[in-house]
Each structure stands twice: as structure tokens, then as C-alpha cells.
């Protein structure tokens, strides 16, 4: 039986309605078999393997997380950096570059809607359910891909972190967004795929939480978060 739809619902934007990863080869390995080559004695695996310890590192530190998600080019130029580093690479700022530049440019060309994302948003119109847009990151990088994929006339409100001046999980976000749809936090959903956010923060605030599990992984080992409800993607909503 198909659930009764709330009044607004609060959408994430990245792994929710638009991937990078979903469909395609994974952008950072395709950056690192191009690049492996280039450096004696280490293998695109090797590389890949630095990348992703790189990556996590420098992801796991709160502030530098929010510094980067608004300035993606100067983080991955880190990461790519902090990578080669690990490989015996060291002070060659030229690589780094030429590699952050790679991943990035493959990554952006890699973006796709997941299917049903656009049809699903014109049948929760369709059925009078308000929505809102929320994303953590540029303001450049994300109202571009809201271009890109024709979304803004889907949303009745919008929000960026890098227009707003916060992202989430600050409580500000999802009151301004449930102020703008003139919704009462009992009255709406957040759906996205990050269990903080999208899921944890909202239901603290009286929201349901539904959490998009793409992959189809399952919840985390040890994680206490409990959505209201996992779905595959946002076309299992209507």
C-alpha cells in the first residue's frame, strides 16, 4: 500500500536525484589509470588506493569537510597532492594539479539523473506536495547542476549552501525551507542519502526521515540513526 504523502517534501540533491557514481566508472580510478603510468613503480591501483586514503582523511575533519564542499577544487587539489605524496611523490604541485583537474573534469562529465527523478517530481506536484531543493556546496557547483538538469522549476524553494551561508545539518536550513513551503515540520519529509542530514537532523526537528539507500548497501554497521523508511530511489515515494 502505497504511503500517504506529506505536504512538502525536502529533497537532497547529490546521490538523491543527480549521481556522479551510479552509472559510470568511478571517476577518481579512471583519473588514477590514466596517471599511474606517469609515476615509476606505482600501479593505478596503488594510486587509486593513496587517492581514497587521501580522500578520507582529509573528508573526516568537520571544518575542512565544510571548507572543501564550498571550495571542491582546492580540496581535491589536496587530496590529489596528499596522494601523490603517499606514493613517493613529493613537491610536485604540477601533477597534483594535472591529476585534481582530471578527476574533477570526469566527474562533472559523469553526472546523470537517476531515472524517474524528473517524473517523480512532476507526479508529487501533480498530487499538491510542495517541494524544497537542499544541497551543501558551491554556489557555482550546485545552482549549476540545478541549471543543468532543468530543476529549479520543480522546487518552490531552494537551498544552496553556498547562496544560503550554512548548509546542513545547521537547523537553519530546513526551518528556512519549511518556512518557505509554509509547512510545519510534521507536515514534511527530507529524503536523501545521508543519515545525518538527511535523516538524523530532520527527525530531530519533527521531520520524517527517509533515507536513499542507491547502492543498496543497507545501514551501516553500529549506525543508531533509524529512518522512517529506505528506499532504493525517490520514484519508490509515489
Request: aromatic share 8%; hydrophobic share 40%; net charge negative.
Amino acid at each position: 500500500m502505497t504511503e500517504r504523502l506529506p505536504k512538502a517534501i525536502l529533497f537532497d540533491l547529490d546521490d538523491t536525484i543527480v549521481s556522479a557514481s551510479a552509472f559510470t566508472p568511478n571517476a577518481m580510478e579512471q583519473a588514477c589509470v590514466r596517471f599511474a603510468p606517469r609515476i615509476p613503480g606505482v600501479s593505478a591501483e596503488g594510486l587509486y588506493a593513496a587517492f581514497q586514503d587521501s580522500a578520507m582523511e582529509y573528508w573526516s575533519e568537520p571544518e575542512r569537510q565544510r571548507q572543501g564542499r564550498l571550495n571542491p577544487a582546492e580540496a581535491t587539489l589536496a587530496i590529489a597532492a596528499s596522494a601523490l605524496d603517499s606514493v613517493g611523490v613529493r613537491g610536485d604541485s604540477g601533477l597534483a594539479g594535472e591529476l585534481a583537474q582530471s578527476y574533477l573534469a570526469t566527474r562533472e562529465r559523469s553526472l546523470r539523473l537517476y531515472p524517474g527523478a524528473i517524473e517523480t517530481l512532476e507526479k508529487l506536484r501533480g498530487k499538491g506536495v510542495r517541494l524544497a531543493l537542499i544541497t551543501n556546496g558551491s554556489a557555482e557547483g550546485q545552482r549549476g547542476k540545478v541549471v543543468r538538469f532543468g530543476l529549479e522549476r520543480h522546487f518552490g524553494c531552494i537551498v544552496i549552501e553556498g547562496e544560503f551561508g550554512v548548509g546542513k545539518p545547521d537547523e537553519r536550513v530546513y526551518r528556512h525551507a519549511l518556512a518557505a513551503l509554509d509547512t510545519e515540520p510534521g507536515d514534511a519529509w527530507m529524503v536523501g542519502d545521508n543519515l545525518e542530514w538527511e535523516v538524523a537532523t530532520p527527525q530531530r526537528l519533527g521531520l520524517r526521515g527517509i533515507w536513499v539507500d542507491w547502492a543498496g548497501a543497507g545501514l551501516p554497521e553500529g549506525t543508531s540513526v533509524k529512518p522512517d523508511r529506505i528506499v532504493r530511489g525517490i520514484s519508490e515515494l509515489v
